[in-house]
């Protein structure tokens, strides 16, 4: 039983930190594109975060009706990482106080 709470626990930890990584691309993304305006395509620092969040991005893409609308898909991204981060975290402290 210790070693399979022991690997849930791991697998929470890698889990929020892959989620947790993925929230600081978006946030510093949507920083850039801020600061950076129109430049940001010729930026390689947005180009790099653009790649890591692509996948999530895309994916919330298709939960949003109509056209794309690249600030919404980032928005709605970052929402649910956060709320999944959280949800992972609140599981891990019943994990641990159980």
């Known amino acids: 039983m210790a070693t399979l709470s022991s690997a849930l626990l791991f697998f929470i930890s890698a889990w929020r930190a892959i989620l947790e990584m993925l929230g600081w691309a978006l946030l510093a993304q949507a920083a ?7 430049a940001r395509a010729d930026n390689l620092m947005y180009q790099l975060f ?4 692509r996948g999530p ?7 949003l009706p109509g056209p794309r609308r690249p600030w919404g898909e980032g928005v709605l991204c970052f929402l ?3 709320v999944a981060w959280l949800g ?5 402290l ?5």
Do not use: E
């Open 80 to 82: 649910l990482l956060l």
């Open 94 to 98: 019943h994990l641990l106080a159980s």
């Open 32 to 38: 850039l594109a801020l600061l950076a305006g129109r």
């Open 88 to 92: 992972l975290a609140f599981w891990r």
């Open 57 to 63: 991005r895309h994916a919330c893409g298709k939960l």
């Open 50 to 53: 653009a790649l890591i969040t």
